[in-house]
């Protein structure tokens, strides 16, 4: 009797050792919680396209995933870099020496993000940008961390440069905010016109935030160009469209607003952008699942999202989705999963995250509808074309990439 | 065509006519810092709260109530006046005497609170401002086509800044005001209510904030931040022009627009920072601004 209840002991021992260890390597998450860093602008003249409500998509992300993996709780910080890359760096950097951020999620301002995407490289921890625009983030500084979701200055400028040179719009003159985001919006935007046979007749940089526009649509008109390229956005954009309509430029030349949300055309009014081409990733209105998504967040903010805000709630879920997949929070294992996921929610059906970190998916070209043909509240948009996803952005053959095996 | 610098003379009028329009709005703003600090000695930095707040105003009265334009620019500088003053009764008057860094402290901390306060509400992007109908449309210049809304900033401004210069300058009103800053003892001895003045002083610098916030409503973006990117660009302007004098501000800022114009036409990137090389320089060489008087 003693020798059977020593060896069942011992069993029972040994079974449960297993088990625990069992147990130990199944859910590896540091600090037995799963924090979400974000740092977009929160106060600034991106403030509108991210933000405060974009926060709010993220905590119905959350909420919509239990709130907790393996019996860890998710948890989310926040933090406003106000449009300057040292302090975006510098928080993204505290997050992960002290704060314990397993994820940092990028908000907009493409040379924040730049600077935010080398201190995640350095630290092996996962970025997913998503309101920066510039496509350096999958091409020259690229790194194996960093996720471009939501967009890029390569699809605007193949979307909406495109369509334009298309219609007749041959001769062109860039506005550019002066600063990494501009300079990728014009390069990309002027590659595409140059493919198809339009020119490029001059630009002029402005400063980020500049209050007044009127001598640099002076520039413009005086260049004689067909279309006049936007490359700015937010209040730079808002400013821009307003001045240039007021100095009669768009009596001579038709406006490009080559990065646009449904935020601005919500501020400017249809009078002002009504038949404006723009390229953008998602669209409230789209259909049954865009309308149901969007219902939830504007019970919650007041405001249809904007393309950045709905990108943010399905970055997450990719994100907690790949962790669960993987079992741990670690970054390598949790990158490898996600470039391996096949993303389908409400934001995209078929996108995927290639090699050099680029999420791939379909981008809409749309026209800005005239206030007759706008029949409910935020009813802006019309699907002029979809553009798939493997013609929307940089084919991966010709990224500049260091990580794609050429 | 004839070129200057490379850049044909009808560009450099049409960029010069831009630089007067920028200038005036610039002479404005820095007339009601010059004028508060001139006769308080008080840094006000709620000057760019205040000019948003003229802006909001305009756009709440002609939202909620169906105000128009012209009402609104009467009406808004009277509202944001009034309550400037009481900002003056309740929080700047227990600064007085002492450094001008906390009655610039303070004016700072409102700042943040009321933009920050129309930030949650009203968020960043701005507010639809229907152009009026009698700005609407464009005249023919010539070298340039002029939008009847920006002469008509011009010449608000203009005649707003002579009036407001003449007033003080050459009447009896002014000259107690002025009497009242140099030495408020001996001027309250002549009967003259001196904390009234005062009071009724910064009430009238706020409303030119105001009444440039409602000239600017329906030309830039209507947003909370509007104030922001101006009230820095507007200080240097004061202070290049020198802190107290009025005539000072009114004419640097109109030099400042132009030379910000020009500077735009042939070296954009530069634009934002010229008027701080410009601050820099005159600090340098002439410690009390174009105009100012040693203190």
Same mark, same amino acid.
């Given at each position: 009797m003693k020798r059977i209840n020593i060896r069942a @002991? /011992?069993?029972?021992?040994? %079974?449960?050792?297993?088990?625990? =260890? !069992?147990?130990?390597?199944?859910?590896k998450i540091s600090d037995d919680v799963i924090r979400i860093g974000l740092i977009d602008d929160m106060s600034g003249l991106y403030a509108d396209v991210g933000g405060a409500r974009g926060v709010e998509a993220i905590k119905m992300a959350i909420a919509d995933a239990k709130g907790q993996l393996f019996g860890k709780k998710?948890?989310?910080?926040v933090a406003d870099h106000q449009n300057k890359a040292d302090i975006g760096a510098s928080k993204a950097?505290?997050?992960?020496?002290?704060?314990?951020?397993?994820?940092?999620?990028?908000?907009s301002n493409s040379a924040v993000s730049l600077a935010m995407s080398k201190v995640a490289a350095e630290k092996h921890k996962p970025f997913i940008a998503i309101g920066a625009a510039s496509a350096r983030l999958t091409n020259e500084d690229c790194t194996p961390y960093t996720v471009h979701y939501a967009?890029?200055?390569? @699809? /605007?400028?193949?979307?909406? %440069?495109?369509?334009?040179?298309? =219609? !007749?719009?041959?001769t062109w003159y860039f506005l550019t905010a002066d600063y990494a985001f501009g300079a990728?919006?014009?390069?990309?935007?002027?590659?595409?016109?140059?493919?198809?046979?339009?020119?490029?007749?001059?630009?002029?940089?402005?400063?980020?935030n500049a209050s007044d526009f009127s001598s640099f649509l002076l520039q413009a008109q005086a260049s004689k160009a067909q279309i006049l390229g936007l490359a700015n956005a937010g209040g730079d954009t808002i400013n821009s469209i307003k001045a240039a309509n007021e100095f009669g430029v768009t009596k001579t030349m038709k406006l490009a607003g080559l990065l646009m949300f449904i935020s601005d055309v919500h501020s400017l009014g249809l009078d002002l952008t009504q038949g404006m081409y723009l390229t953008t990733g998602f669209y409230w209105d789209l259909n049954e699942e865009t309308r149901a998504w969007a219902k939830r967040f504007f019970e919650a903010t007041h405001r249809e999202p904007t393309m950045v805000q709905a990108a943010y709630y399905s970055a997450t879920r990719t994100f907690l989705a790949a962790v669960e997949a993987a079992k741990t929070d670690d970054a390598d294992a949790v990158m490898a999963q996600m470039k391996k996921a096949h993303i389908h929610d409400f934001f995209t059906k078929d996108g995927v995250i290639r090699a050099d970190g680029r999420m791939v998916h379909d981008m809409y070209l749309m026209q800005v509808k005239s206030k007759a043909e706008s029949k409910y509240p935020w009813d802006y948009y019309k699907v002029v074309k979809t553009?798939?996803?493997?013609?929307?952005?940089?084919?991966l053959a010709e990224s500049k990439c260091s990580l794609v095996k050429k | 065509m004839t070129e200057l610098f490379g850049v044909p003379i009808q560009a450099l009028m049409g960029q010069l006519l831009l630089g007067l329009v920028n200038g005036s709005f610039y002479a404005i703003l820095s007339l009601g810092l010059a004028i508060i600090f001139g006769l308080l000695n008080v840094v006000n930095f709620a000057h760019g709260a205040f000019y948003m707040l003229g802006a909001f105003l305009a756009w709440m009265g002609l939202s909620y109530f169906g105000l128009n334009y012209w009402v609104m620019l009467a009406l808004a500088p009277l509202l944001v006046g009034l309550f400037g003053m009481v900002v003056e009764r309740l929080l700047l008057r227990r600064l007085y005497g002492l450094d001008t860094s906390y009655?610039?402290?303070?004016?700072?901390?409102?700042?943040?609170?009321?933009?920050?306060?129309?930030r949650s509400i009203y968020g960043v992007s701005g507010q639809t401002f229907d152009m009026p109908d009698q700005l609407r449309g464009a005249t023919n210049l010539g070298f340039m086509i002029m939008p009847n809304s920006r002469a008509w900033v011009v010449l608000a401004s203009l005649v707003v800044c002579a009036a407001t210069w003449y007033v003080i300058e050459r009447t009896r009103l002014g000259s107690l005001l002025r009497a009242g800053t140099e030495n408020a003892a001996l001027t309250s001895a002549f009967g003259v209510n001196v904390p009234l003045m005062v009071t009724l002083t910064y009430g009238f610098g706020v409303a030119l904030a105001a009444f440039a916030g409602v000239l600017a409503a329906p030309v830039v973006q209507l947003s909370p931040l509007m104030g922001q990117h101006l009230i820095i660009t507007v200080f240097a302007v004061v202070v290049i022009g020198g802190m107290g004098s009025i005539l000072g501000s009114i004419l640097s800022g109109l030099m400042l627009g132009v030379v910000e114009g020009f500077t735009r036409v042939f070296y954009a990137e530069a634009s934002s920072t010229?008027?701080?090389?410009?601050?820099?320089?005159?600090?340098?060489?002439r410690p009390s601004g174009l105009f100012g008087r040693e203190r």
């Open positions: @002991a /011992l069993a029972v021992a040994l %079974g449960s050792l297993g088990l625990a =260890a !069992g147990t130990v390597h199944a859910q998710i948890e989310l910080v950097r505290e997050w992960f020496d002290q704060g314990g951020v397993d994820m940092l999620l990028g908000g967009y890029d200055t390569v @699809a /605007l400028g193949k979307g909406t %440069g495109g369509a334009l040179v298309d =219609a !007749g719009g041959k990728s919006l014009q390069n990309d935007t002027s590659a595409v016109i140059a493919a198809r046979g339009g020119q490029v007749l001059g630009s002029v940089k402005h400063p980020l553009i798939p996803g493997d013609q929307a952005f940089t084919p | 009655s610039l402290l303070l004016t700072f901390g409102l700042t943040l609170l009321v933009e920050g306060m129309f010229v008027v701080f090389v410009i601050m820099a320089i005159v600090l340098l060489v």
